[in-house]
DNA sequence: TCACAATATTCCGCTTGCGGCATATGCCGC
DNA sequence: GCGGCATATGCCGCAAGCGGAATATTGTGA
């Protein structure tokens, strides 16, 4: 694995914070959506990226997927991805990160879903109702129908 | 200092190199170009790109150019310079710029130059007739005057 | 089969980085 | 001041990344 193919991939926020949410064990893309407050199609784009680079491996699971860390990791990758955990215990935006994830985990009691017993992921379709909500493509873009999005989720 | 931007910095191979050199203590330009076999264009924009983000600092000595290591760093900083020194062992091109640099480094016994002594760098312009030679300005392109420099540096 | 939920992909405009060329700047010795 | 060396900077073309909007794909349950 190309050491600067790695750091490629770490020098975007979002996937900082993705790594650091997946170190934590599997997730899927919804989840990353309620903790991050980001549009899905920003989630999805960069998970993209993480995957096309082996930074991160994806299963399906029903209408789910269930993003993780690869299970064998090439040296570098898992020296920076430590490094990284250190790095990160000063940001605040990672520490909140990692609340929220707490808080969703801890929603699960002993009765876990199917892809968290299957995957180890989190995931219960409780995540309704969020992200891009299509307008029956009526073309009409009114209505601010975008940015909406972020502030919505982090009440 | 931004987490982030540290690993803009990391994310491209020759800046790579320079901060691994770095990392052996300070050096001038003109060996930089020596070393790694780039154009004297190149190496001085990463230099400026590494220096604008804070990873190395600069210090003027007669007509060359010290670049080091800053004396204090952040938390992040160090500890990715640590991972970068371990990730860095298994990769060749990072392993031959240590034997040119040990090269270099042994070519100076006892008697030093100022710059050496002044600030821990090595220089000694024996660096000389390299690089970008000037053409009397008349603007006069041809002859292919680019692509020569590199191989020339390498025998 | 149909509607819908979850996720991915395509297109677009914008910005940034990179490498090369030409040229500018700073320093030194004469 | 002049010429020459060491280094930096401005400009250009190219490629890649990023975010948003729209749309496509895949799976599920009725």
């Known amino acids: 694995m190309d050491l600067v ?11 900082l ?26 989630i999805s784009k960069h998970l993209g990226y993480l995957k096309r680079n082996g930074l ?25 991805l430590a490094c990284l955990q250190d ?10 990160d990692a609340a929220r994830l707490r808080k969703i985990r801890a929603k699960f009691g002993p009765d876990v879903p199917v892809c968290v017993r299957e995957l180890g992921g989190v995931c219960d379709g409780a995540a ?15 209505g601010r129908p975008g940015r909406s999005f972020a502030s919505e989720n982090l009440r």
Chains 1, 2 share one sequence.
Request: proline share 6%; net charge positive.
């Open 56 to 80: 991160v491996a994806a299963e399906r699971c029903g209408q789910w997927m269930i993003y993780r860390l690869p299970e064998t990791r090439p040296a570098p990758l898992e020296a920076n």
């Open 17 to 42: 914070r993705i790594l650091h949410l997946l170190l934590g064990g599997p997730l899927c893309v919804c989840h990353f959506q309620e903790i991050l407050g980001e549009p899905q199609v920003k």
């Open 87 to 96: 790095c990160v215990r000063e940001e605040t935006v990672f520490r909140s």
């Open 128 to 142: 309704q109702t969020r992200g891009t909500r299509r307008r029956k493509a009526t073309a009409a873009g009114r």
């Open 5 to 15: 193919a790695i750091y490629e991939c770490l020098c975007d926020r979002t996937r």
